[in-house]
Each structure stands twice: as C-alpha cells, then as structure tokens.
C-alpha cells in the first residue's frame, strides 16, 4: 500500500476493503507476507473440495476524493512478477481496489488480469486500460467468476 499524505487513509481503505471482500460468501482475505511488496492482500476463493486452493492478489489505496479519480492522481502499482508466497512459484492474479474516503465507495481494475487464450490456456495480462469500475456485488461475483475460469484453466 502506498503511503499517503494523510495518516489515515491508508488504513481505512484497508478496512474497506475488508468490509467489501468479506461481504462475499465465498471470499476472505489475508494480509501477504511483508516480503511481497507487490499485494497488500492474498484473497481465498473458497472451493467445496478444501484442497483445492484458489487465490489472487489485492493491492489497496485509499484517496480522498473522487476527484483524484477524474484527474487520473491516483497513485499507481507497477505490476511485475508476483509470486503468491515463499512455497509457490505461480503467478497471481492481481487486482487494484480504490476507495474514497468521503463515500466509502469502492472501485477496482485488473493489474494482472486472468484470461483464456484462445487455446484454452490461462494467461495473465497487464491491460492498457487504466478504468476503474465500480466495486459492488456484481462485480466481486465477476471477479470471483474469472479467476475461478483462470484456475479450471490451469487443470
């Protein structure tokens, strides 16, 4: 998480974010190791068979206004090579979640997207597109809907 001019904001985006996550059944978060600078949060997907272990990455900033978010200030994550901890060699995909402050609410662009080629197989993109989307219930299901498409791509 970047640190921002005022103290707090940092930290209740954070908590907004785990306010949001959490709302989903399926979801729940965990702080990423301090070694991995490229995600704030590793994110579960829940799977009815318990071995199966699907996660992906969140990165969290937290701006006071929507204004920041018209004028393109947001500060912004250089997506490189994330690895999801110490006992894993894969790629993640990783998420960017916004909040502002003086609303609660909350927006999110893919940093490294989970796709499917062509071929069937999975791939992570960087998008050129720096939107972001408004983050509510039918999005967390979208999201949730394609890293799991990410995964069964992997099998």
């Known amino acids: 998480m970047k640190s921002s001019e005022i103290w707090y ?5 954070e908590q907004l974010a785990i306010v949001y996550i959490t709302r989903h059944a399926d979801l729940s978060m965990l702080p990423a190791s301090e070694d991995n600078g490229a995600v704030d949060y590793l994110v579960r997907i829940r799977h009815a068979d318990t071995h199966v272990k699907r996660v992906f990455g969140v990165q969290v900033i937290g701006v006071l206004t929507r204004d920041l978010i018209k004028t393109n200030s947001v500060p912004t994550v250089n997506s490189t090579v994330h690895t999801v901890a110490a006992d894993s ?3 993640l995909p990783i998420c960017e979640l916004l909040f502002v402050m003086e609303t609660d609410e909350g927006f999110y662009r893919w940093m490294d997207e989970p796709t499917i080629t062509a071929a069937g197989q999975a791939s992570l993109q960087h998008p050129t597109d720096a939107t972001y989307y408004p983050l509510d219930s039918d999005a967390l299901d979208n999201i949730v809907a394609m890293v799991n498409r990410w995964y069964d791509a992997h099998s």
């Not at 904001?9 to 985006?13: F, G, M, N, P, Y």
């Open 9 to 13: 904001i940092d930290e209740r985006a």
């Open 89 to 91: 060699e894969e790629l």
